[in-house]
């Protein structure tokens, strides 16, 4: 499930009302001023199925803690906010949680632990309950089934770029996310959901979401962070009338062009770094390099410098203890853009040969000569906007 | 043995020559334009007893190679060169630490085990033996009791300023330290001699030494980079003829002001944060917490910005697995310089309270609620600068 072998088409014009069964909303609330703060997506089946995978976070948000005491629950509706990630807020911001998903209910007509919440934004602070309430009883009288391109604009946070994805044949999968900041291991900063027509048990969207999650959300890490609020939602409408032949595959594909759209558009960053662990004794080990060698601010400020410091990659792969990575690091060869820079732990070809500053895209490959595994992780370099973002935005 | 708790007062005027029974010298040897590059300090004894603490990386350089392989012989001399780090340099660059030692062990007429060899600087570059081995020579002859300070001149390399710290008594510990970029867990990319005239066994040496690194350089993180060179060296004369009373104590001021000098000198940064976990169930705990909270960019831009962000500070503390640090998310308490901006894991006092800017120190209290244990852990908040230097800089 690589990044670089995935070669199933992504349409990312594909947004989470592209499949049949689905409508959404995306509107102004005036959470934040001037913007579409609020989206709201409905299963109308015929199935209702569902999975979710949450923030391994033990600080979490009132909303996640709504997430997991409803567990279990397939979801008809999500309602999302930014402005606010309503988190810190204590127990009246978890009523505050409950109190939205009450009023979703109602107007829907569907049981209370159907309706999922997410929350985006500032940590600390209350939602403006007497503008989402309002908010979210307007976006329910908005959905409609090209609902899904708002759904995503009201999503965004310090994005740049709303985000969608989505694979259209005998079934259809549609989604939207967003990210910016925190893109990190155990699941980016981030809210995502997707959507299918297509026929699912609920044993399979979890299965399936679980395997895309591992492979997409979980192989980025832009700066370490690891958020209060990540949430990522799989509905299924089963109105295609079609049960897909590898819907994790496809699912996997979806997912994996969200996670690059978020690096691609990841707080501050100029450049994307895609780093390729080869000859791992295994995939923990190989990922442990590959997430070492991406939380190295010292590399990842050469790399914005256009800098293929091939020092400060294995340097960093040393940090990873011998049980858990098993190498000889007088054998390990690292390429920058296909530069053989590092050859058997020492200098290889010239490293002015590499031009970092032609392209936004950077790979690094490290073979530790250790077996035959290969893991794929994408981070970004460490900019002054980068800094200058996260010292002036207080989130 | 916190920082903040160590009433030792430490003279910062003392370096490596301050006590009996030592002679350094410190010269410019051409391996850096204009400057000095090159350090001696040997031990005239009457005792001989070392010990040494090396980086754990397993990516390390030449004379770490070196002094693995003569571990267990006391040192009579130690040469250290920066300019280059003689890592990834193949058999050819630990030639050349070899040739080093075998150079000062001729001059001197000692043991070539008894030789130490440090280098830092670029890694994956031969250093310039032609213009090294001269160096060491003309340094030998250069010898003196008061050349500490041209040999903690000469261990420079971004550092803004040298590093000394001693305590004069009955028996005197005198040190040079250089630091600046990568400091570190697991110990900072620094060398560091430390000399006294206390009379010491080899295994007092050794368990002083450990003692005091762990609560000193190992308290220090400040971009989370680990070295292929950090070496810290102990020789104790014998000289003054005094057996200390409390050794590990004196050495752990001495260390911690050095520590402490490494942080406030670091690359780029603005701030020097000192992060002290209160009520941590063991210590393992409270450090796994600090470590996370000061890895966090997040945090470090908001500090370059004055922002006394505790959301980031929670968010860090909760990626922290249950299973190493046991807490209860809802009790934390967080001041940031006293001010209580985050009570019970949730808002407190009013942020605006706190004037980050006025101080370059900033101190990070974290009440976990969960036992007795208190770890302190200095860091550095994340500067355009720090951005800069390591974007502009090859290392």
Same mark, same amino acid.
């Given at each position: 499930?690589? =990044? ?13 009302? /592209? ?8 509107? #102004?609330?005036?959470?934040? !001023? ?11 089946? !015929?199935?209702?199925v569902s999975a979710e995978v949450l ?45 939205? #998903? ?16 997410c929350s985006t934004g500032m940590i600390?602070e209350r939602l403006p309950m007497e ?5 979210? +009883?307007?976006?329910?009288? $908005?959905?409609?089934?090209?609902? @899904?391109?708002?759904?995503?604009? /009201? ?16 079934? &259809?999968?549609?989604?939207?996310? $967003? ?8 699941? /980016? &900063? ?33 700066? @370490? #962070? ?18 897909? $032949? ?5 699912? &996997? ?65 040393? &940090? ?6 098993? =190498?000889?690091?007088? $054998?390990?060869?690292?390429? =920058? ?7 058997? @732990? ?42 200058? +973002? ?6």
């Amino acid at each position: 499930m690589l =990044f670089s072998r995935t070669t199933i088409p992504v349409d990312l014009g594909l947004g989470v009302t /592209a499949p049949r069964g689905f409508r959404a909303s995306g509107i #102004a609330a005036g959470i934040k !001023p001037d913007r579409k703060d609020l989206a709201v997506v409905i299963n109308d089946g !015929p199935d209702v199925v569902s999975a979710e995978v949450l923030t391994q976070n033990r600080v979490f948000a009132a909303p996640i803690r709504w997430m997991k005491e409803t567990a279990g629950t397939a979801r008809k509706a999500v309602i999302l906010n930014s402005g606010g990630a309503n988190a810190s807020t204590g127990e009246k911001g978890y009523q505050d949680t409950v109190k939205t #998903a009450q009023v979703v209910a109602a107007k829907l007509g569907t049981e209370l632990e159907s309706v999922a919440v997410c929350s985006t934004g500032m940590i600390g602070e209350r939602l403006p309950m007497e503008r989402l309430i309002p908010g979210a +009883e307007l976006a329910i009288t $908005k959905l409609s089934d090209d609902g @899904g391109a708002d759904a995503a604009h /009201a999503i965004m946070t310090t994005d740049t770029r709303a985000k969608q994805a989505g694979i259209a044949g005998e079934y &259809t999968i549609g989604s939207m996310a $967003k990210g910016a900041g925190m893109l990190a291991p155990g699941m /980016a &900063t981030m809210l995502c959901v997707v959507t299918t027509d297509a026929v699912l048990t609920e044993a399979e969207a979890r299965h399936a979401l679980e395997l895309a999650t591992t492979y997409s959300f979980n192989r980025i890490d832009s700066d @370490g #962070a690891m958020s209060t609020n990540d949430t990522v939602i799989l509905m299924a409408s089963g109105a295609s009338g079609v049960t897909p $032949k590898d819907f994790p595959r496809d699912l &996997t594909a979806v997912m994996q062009s969200l996670a690059r759209q978020l690096i691609g558009d990841a707080e501050g960053a100029s450049h994307d770094v895609l780093i390729r662990v080869l000859g791992a004794s295994s995939e923990n080990a190989g990922l442990a390099v590959a997430r070492a060698v991406s939380r190295s601010n010292l590399l990842k400020a050469a790399i914005f410098g256009n800098d293929p410091n091939w020092g400060r990659v294995i340097a960093q792969a040393g &940090t990873v203890p011998a049980e858990v990575a098993p =190498f000889d690091p007088d $054998k390990i060869d690292v390429w =920058f853009n296909g530069i053989h820079v590092c050859r058997a @732990g020492g200098v290889g070809e010239d490293r002015s040969r590499v031009d970092l500053a032609a392209n936004r895209d950077v790979t690094i490959e490290i073979d530790l000569h250790a077996g035959t595994e290969i893991v794929e992780l994408w981070t970004n370099d460490l900019t002054h906007d980068y800094v200058h +973002e996260n010292s002036a935005y207080s989130s």
